[in-house]
């Protein structure tokens, strides 16, 4: 058995990707497998769901529903100790008068 060189499979593949017909028959060929792949998709969420089992996509979608609400608790969370402190300071100078 014989290795070929990186160089010479580089030159080889050129050749033969450089003729047209090959190219277009390498090209339907990833098409056609890129069709396959999405409709394998499509299937496997509709399968998914009849389960009721969440899809990748589902959880992407809630981990970033999470992630937005988790900033907006943490501003409100930071609203509210900057009213506690003003409150504070309020009762602190009520107390004084």
């Known amino acids: 058995m014989t290795l ?6 580089r030159r080889w593949t050129s050749k033969i990707l450089s003729t047209d017909t090959v190219f277009r ?10 069709d396959a792949r999405r409709a394998a998709d499509r ?8 389960l009721d089992i969440p899809s990748r996509q589902d959880i ?3 981990e970033s529903d999470i992630h937005q ?6 501003n409100v969370h930071r609203r ?8 504070e300071r ?4 009520a107390k004084r008068d």
């Open 4 to 9: 070929v060189s990186g160089n010479t499979f």
């Open 25 to 34: 028959s390498v090209q339907q060929a990833l098409h056609a497998s890129l």
């Open 80 to 87: 509210l100790q900057r009213i506690h402190k003003i409150v």
């Open 43 to 50: 299937n496997i969420e509709r399968v998914l769901s009849v």
């Open 69 to 74: 609400a988790h900033e907006v608790l943490d």
């Open 90 to 93: 309020r009762a602190a100078e």
């Open 60 to 62: 992407e979608r809630l």
